[in-house]
């Protein structure tokens, strides 16, 4: 009994380290962070910015407060104004990392054309294709 359970907690320790359980906690930690970042920025910028004539003129001391016949607008209009800032900004990074991997890709193919030996045998084969086209056609030229 002692063994089966010993093989399941190793079983378990090997899907915690290698499986990729660490880069997705990693991942949602910063996807938090990211998300309270977003917030401040629609909550404390640009609802400042470009909302307050609006919640102004509708009596409304901020967006979260803006809930006319009691529906929650407000709160409805950021959540949906963070998420079109979240996806632009993931769009933005992922952009960047494709044009990053392709110049990558770019230099390393420029590299290996630069270091690639230079075939002895191919060489020689194409100066003596060179050389005998040359004969064909001064002989040809000499009617022979």
């Given amino acids: 009994m002692a063994r089966g359970s010993s093989g399941f907690w190793s079983d378990f320790w090997k899907f915690l380290v290698q499986g990729n359980v660490i880069e997705l906690a990693v991942a949602v930690i910063i996807g938090g962070a990211f998300g309270?970042?977003?917030?401040?920025?629609?909550?404390?910028?640009?609802?400042?910015?470009?909302?307050?004539?609006?919640l102004t003129a509708a009596g409304a001391k901020d967006l979260e407060s803006w809930?006319?016949?009691?529906?929650?607008?407000?709160?409805?209009?950021?959540?949906?104004?963070?998420?079109?800032?979240?996806?632009?900004?993931?769009f933005l990074l992922l952009r960047s990392v494709e044009s990053a991997k392709k110049r990558l890709v770019r230099r390393q193919e420029t590299e290996a054309e630069e270091v690639a030996p230079?075939?002895?045998?191919?060489?020689?084969?194409?100066?003596?294709?060179?050389?005998?086209?040359?004969?064909?056609?001064?002989?040809?030229?000499?009617?022979?």
């Fill in 36 to 54: 309270k970042i977003i917030d401040s920025l629609v909550k404390d910028i640009i609802t400042p910015i470009l909302l307050n004539p609006a």
């Fill in 67 to 90: 809930a006319p016949g009691g529906i929650k607008w407000g709160l409805f209009l950021a959540s949906v104004i963070s998420i079109v800032i979240i996806a632009l900004v993931i």
């Fill in 118 to 144: 230079i075939d002895i045998a191919t060489l020689n084969q194409q100066k003596t294709t060179e050389v005998l086209e040359r004969l064909a056609k001064a002989l040809e030229s000499r009617g022979i």
